[in-house]
Structures are given as structure tokens and as C-alpha cells.
């Protein structure tokens, strides 16, 4: 008997229910369990969706420019592309090795270990040239990429290359200006997130940010870059020259304390640091020396301040050998009787000492002080020196003596700049300074630390006084007559010290540090310059080793501020001579185009001989003839011969030979 229909149909309507049930249960469970995980591990889960379609990237802007003081760019940027892999991306990564090494020029085995393992960024190679970038980017291989970063440009190459300094492979400061101001110069980094493929490639390259306004800070210098050039020059030749181990330049506008020039021999390129690394060191603002009678400036500024000597007062020099305690101080120059500016002229130690032990040595020190020696000046450079004063234990009537003439205390450049720039600013002194200005993205001046006030340290008398000593001694008979610019009053002073020899610790006969410091215009000074010359061979005294870079330095400042030198009796007569022959030469020239025209048919050659050549190519020039020229002097033979028809302009010959 056949089952009840509706009994089949409860059957498949239970079914259905059990169906339904099943699969909205499962489906419950799935928005429980989905919840359960946005609640609990959302976070997590989001972090691993984009690791596989995004990726964040450091995107840095472009780091400060540097100029001189004229706005001249001194250290800039430029945008480059770096290789970078992504290892757990790379599929082939023994083909993706082996192309890359094509590309870039790097050994396969080197580039194997690089895209090994599973590792998320490893560098390639940094700051590639455009073309080989292009390269790479035309090969579009999975989990390699190119990130744009910025390489430090040095113009000028290598002007002012110690003071600019080197930056890292990764943009940090590591020396120099670059150092100093890296807080300032170094770029305000961005992170920012980019898609990807499934190739790990880059889909989206624009940032959305205004890169320009995370540059780093422009530092603007007081230093002129054209004046530098100039300065590295004349050190290279004197080096050359002389045979010095090095030499060093700095010159100050004593009005104001900005420096003009900080210049070094050897010079220093930074584009190429690993080249010449032991140059980089700037000794015009770390090193620390004996000056040697430089110093005698500051202390016959001292001794004039101080009122216990008159520049016309006489001074006994011992004939140049003078017994201090068991020392015996001596003269280059032996000499009795000195007026005090003579005895600066002719820079005698023992009129020098007997100076200083007459104003005593408090004075002596409280001078010191008020220049600031012994302490750094705050130019705000690493690097800078301190120089060194004896302890107040080790002065008395010897160590007093022996500093007055520039022994028995370390200074450093900065500081004798200073100092002897005080001189010329009418005894203020003013702190040097390299830095004019730092502005930012968008050119407003950024603050800087002050810097120490200007203080007054000698009478305008005192200072006037002794500029005027300072003058004698590039005239005739004084030490430093190379330094001389003609027709330009120089105010100056020679050094030549004696060095500790490093192997004995004693003073070496052989070894010296030659310097020329002084100021132009003196009765209106524009720059103060002092160059120092280290262990020049042959020749060691201050005038004959510095005194021509510091003139062909001054001379280049002053000639740019529009101050010239007259020329010197030689350069006079050498004008007047080339006068004279221009004269000459220019009668010739007239009495050549006023010959006579030559009575001859036309078409016909003329009978040129006799003539100079000049006279020949007048003729021939009225008849549109270039002839062909043989030998020199007068015309001795012509083809075609006088009165013959020119067939052929091209075959005229002229021959020439000197009158027998």
C-alpha cells in the first residue's frame, strides 16, 4: 500500500528546515567568529592585509645649500636614484642577481647574498648614475626598486673645502660647516605609504607632499668664494715654492669681524674625500702655534697703552746677545741702540723684552685677557683650537721675556686675527664670525646664538700709533718689504718661530713656522690678513716666505671693494716701453695704407720689388689679390713679373729676403 503523500512531503519539508539550519548556523558562527576577530585581533589582521599591498617609505627632501656672501652656491644637492631589493619578493633570485650585476656593474656572488633569505629592504647601490637608473628600470624586476635621494654637490670643488666639510653616504654632517650646522642643513624627514603589485613594484610614485617645504636650512657665509680662490692659490704657489710641509689664510673685515677667506694648502676637495682625507684638517681655525714676533704687536700695544715707552724713546739692544737667568737671548739682526720703532722695524727680541719687563707682567696678562687668547672665540665650528697660556705659577721675568716675542704660548689664527684686527679697528675689539645668516624653506632669517659684544681694549691714540710703527716695517730696511703694495699704505709685522722637533722635545734650528700678519689700507683698514707658512725649507724668515701670499690676498680684497694699488716703477716703464712701440707701430700702418697708387694698367701687375710686405699687400689689396708669401724682409722676386696680366689671382707668389 503506497505511503500517505502527505507524509513525503513533511519528510522533504524537514529536510529543508535541517538545511537551512545548518547553513544558518554555520553562517552564524562565521559572523560570530568574524566579529570576534574585528574585536579582538583588527588591528593585527589590517597590519598583515597591507603588508601585502602597501609599504611605507622615508621620503626625505633635499638637504640646506650653503653660499657665500655674495649668494654664490658653495655646497648643494642633487636628486639620484639608490637600488634597493626586497628579497622575500624576489622569485628568481639567482636571474635577479645575475641582471643586476650586468646593470650596475657589481659581482654576481656579492649580489647573491643580497637578495638571499627573506629579509623585507637591503641596499644595491647608492646614488647611481641617470643612465644606468634607467637601466634598472627598464628591466621591471620583481622586488627591486629605485628610492630618489640626494647627493652633496660641491661646485667649486675644491674652494673652501676644509671650512665646508664632507657629509656621510647618508647625508649626516661630518666635518666643517657641514657638521656644525648639521641640525640646521639636514632635511625635515616624511613618512609616507605607497601601493604596490603583486611584484612588491611601487604603483603609486607621487607622495602628495610638498617636498620643498621640509628642505633643510640655507647657511649663508661671510666668506666671498672668487677672494678664497685667490687665497688657496697664492698658498699652493708658496707651498710649491718654498717646499712647506703646509700654510694656512685668514683674513677679517676688522670693521665688522667677518671673515673673508679661511683658506688651506693642500687644498681639500669634498666631492672626492677618500682621495686626500689627511688635507681636510682646516689649521686656519684648529691649529695652535708659537706665533714668534707677530706677537710683538700686542706688546707694543700694550707697552703704548700702558704709557712706559714713547715710539721715539732709544732702547739699548745689546748688540744683539743678551743674558736673561741662565738663557742667552739673541738677534737676527745685531744692533745697539734702537729707537722703540725700530726696534719693532727691525723686530729685535731684546728691545721687545726689555719693553715688556719695563710694563711688567700684570698689564702684560690683563691684555691678554681683554683679546680673549686662551679661549675659544665661539665661531661655532668643530675643530675650533683654545690655544694655551702658561698657569699663573709659570710666569715671571723669563716667561714674560720670552712671550713678548711670541715663545712659551700656543695661539691659534682666529685669535692673532683678532687681536691685531683690534689695532685696526681703532683698538675695539669684535668677535669674528663666519656665519652672516641662516634662513629657512622659505627665506626668513633664523635666529642665531649672539655673539660676544665688541669692547673697546686700547685708546684711539694707542692704536693709531702703533698702525703707524706697523708701516715701517714693509718699508725699506724692515723685515717685511715683500708685503709692500705700492701706492696702498700696509700695516704689518713678520714672524718666524722656532718648533718643538718632536723627536728631541727641544727647539729645532731646522724646523720653523713663518707668518706676515698686518692690515690695508692703515689709515682706513678694509681687511686684516695674516698667512703662517709650516716648515718652509731654504728660506725661513716670515717677510721673504708669507709676505707675498698675504700681499696677493690683500690685494685681491681691496681690489674688489674698489680700492687698486699703484703700479710699481717697473710696471711704469714696461707701460711706457709698450706705449712707445704701439706708436711706432702705428705710423707704420699709416704710412703703409698712404702709398702712393702705382701707375700701372689695369689688369696688370704691379713691380713690387723693393717694397716691405706691408706695402706689397696694400698694392695687391687694390687689385683683390692674396698672394702666396715666401721668406721675410723685402720683395726680391714676383710672379708674374710687372706689367704682366693677372690670369690667376690664386698664382700670385711674392719672395722675400733680407736686405744684404
Not at 500500500?1 to 513533511?10: I, K, R, Y
Request: aromatic residues 6%; glycine residues 8%.
Amino acid at each position: 500500500m503506497p505511503a500517505p503523500v502527505h507524509s513525503s512531503w513533511l519528510a522533504s519539508k524537514w529536510r529543508y528546515r535541517m538545511v537551512f539550519g545548518c547553513i544558518s548556523t554555520a553562517f552564524l558562527l562565521a559572523i560570530l567568529k568574524s566579529g570576534s576577530l574585528q574585536l579582538n585581533h583588527g588591528e593585527a589582521l589590517k597590519g598583515l592585509a597591507e603588508k601585502q599591498y602597501k609599504r611605507t617609505f622615508q621620503v626625505a627632501a633635499a638637504r640646506g645649500m650653503v653660499y657665500d656672501r655674495e649668494g654664490r652656491t658653495l655646497a648643494g644637492t642633487v636628486p639620484m636614484d639608490s637600488v634597493y631589493v626586497e628579497p622575500r619578493h624576489i622569485v628568481e633570485k639567482e636571474e635577479t642577481a645575475i641582471k643586476l650585476s650586468e646593470a650596475l656593474s657589481i659581482p654576481t656572488t656579492k649580489l647573491e647574498k643580497r637578495v638571499a633569505g627573506s629579509r623585507s629592504f637591503a641596499w644595491i647601490q647608492r646614488r647611481i648614475p641617470p643612465a644606468t637608473s634607467e637601466t634598472v628600470r627598464q628591466l621591471d624586476l620583481r622586488g627591486v626598486g629605485l628610492l630618489k635621494e640626494h647627493q652633496r654637490f660641491y661646485p667649486n670643488h675644491s674652494v673652501a673645502g676644509q671650512l665646508l666639510g664632507t657629509v656621510s653616504i647618508d647625508g649626516e654632517g661630518q666635518s666643517g660647516i657641514e657638521r656644525a650646522y648639521d641640525s640646521a642643513l639636514k632635511p625635515k624627514a616624511q613618512r609616507t605609504s605607497v601601493l604596490r603589485d603583486a611584484k612588491g613594484n611601487r604603483l603609486m610614485t607621487d607622495t602628495g607632499l610638498e617636498l620643498s617645504a621640509f628642505r633643510g636650512n640655507d647657511v649663508h657665509l661671510t666668506i666671498d668664494a672668487q677672494m678664497q680662490q685667490v687665497a688657496e692659490l697664492a698658498l699652493v704657489e708658496t707651498v710649491r715654492k718654498f717646499k712647506a710641509k703646509s700654510a694656512w689664510a685668514i683674513a677679517m673685515d676688522p670693521n665688522t669681524g667677518e671673515i673673508l677667506v679661511m683658506a688651506n694648502a693642500p687644498t681639500f676637495n669634498p666631492n672626492t674625500p677618500g682621495t686626500a682625507r689627511r688635507h681636510s684638517r682646516n689649521q686656519a681655525l684648529s691649529a695652535a702655534f708659537e706665533p714668534g714676533s707677530t706677537m710683538k704687536t700686542i706688546t707694543f700695544a700694550a707697552a703704548l697703552e700702558a704709557g712706559v715707552v714713547h715710539p721715539e724713546e732709544s732702547i739699548d739692544c745689546e748688540n744683539g746677545k743678551y743674558k736673561l737667568g741662565r738663557h742667552t737671548i739673541r738677534d737676527s739682526h745685531k744692533s745697539n741702540w734702537l729707537t722703540v720703532r725700530d726696534v719693532f722695524k727691525h723686530s729685535s727680541n731684546i728691545g721687545t723684552l726689555k719693553i715688556a719687563l719695563a710694563m711688567g707682567e700684570q698689564r702684560f696678562k690683563d691684555t691678554l685677557k681683554q683679546l680673549h687668547f686662551g679661549e675659544r672665540l665661539g665661531l661655532g665650528l668643530a675643530g675650533e683650537a683654545r690655544g694655551r697660556l702658561p698657569r699663573k705659577d709659570k710666569w715671571g721675568q723669563t716667561r714674560l721675556s720670552t712671550i713678548s716675542f711670541g715663545h712659551g704660548l700656543m695661539v691659534t689664527s682666529v685669535q692673532m686675527l683678532a687681536a691685531v684686527g683690534t689695532v685696526a679697528n681703532d683698538g675695539v675689539w669684535v668677535q669674528p664670525h663666519v656665519i652672516q645668516r641662516v634662513t629657512d624653506a622659505f627665506g626668513e632669517e633664523i635666529p642665531q646664538r649672539d655673539r660676544k659684544p665688541a669692547h673697546r681694549v686700547f685708546k684711539t691714540e694707542t692704536a693709531k700709533t702703533l698702525a703707524q710703527i706697523m708701516q715701517t716695517v714693509v718699508e725699506p730696511g724692515g723685515t717685511g718689504t715683500p708685503a709692500a703694495i705700492p701706492g696702498i699704505a700696509v700695516a704689518g709685522k713678520t714672524g718666524t718661530a722656532e718648533k718643538v722637533d718632536p723627536v728631541t722635545g727641544r727647539y729645532s734650528k731646522d724646523l720653523h713656522l713663518s707668518s706676515f700678519i698686518g692690515f690695508a689700507p692703515a689709515d682706513a683698514p678694509e681687511a686684516v690678513v695674516l698667512v703662517v707658512v709650516d716648515e718652509p725649507q731654504e728660506k725661513k724668515f716670515g717677510g721673504l716666505v708669507a709676505g707675498p701670499a698675504f700681499r696677493k690676498i690683500t690685494e685681491a680684497i681691496l681690489r674688489a671693494r674698489g680700492i687698486f694699488a699703484a703700479p710699481s716703477e717697473k710696471e711704469i716703464a714696461a707701460s711706457k716701453e709698450k706705449q712707445k712701440k704701439n706708436k711706432a707701430k702705428s705710423k707704420m700702418m699709416a704710412a703703409a695704407n698712404t702709398v702712393p697708387p702705382l701707375a700701372v694698367e689695369e689688369g696688370a701687375m704691379p713691380d713690387l720689388r723693393g717694397m716691405t710686405l706691408k706695402e706689397a699687400l696694400v698694392f695687391l689689396k687694390r687689385v683683390g689679390v692674396v698672394p702666396q708669401i715666401e721668406g721675410q724682409g723685402l720683395v726680391q722676386e714676383q710672379m708674374p713679373k710687372a706689367g704682366a696680366p693677372i690670369v690667376n689671382p690664386r698664382a700670385i707668389e711674392l719672395k722675400l729676403a733680407k736686405e744684404q
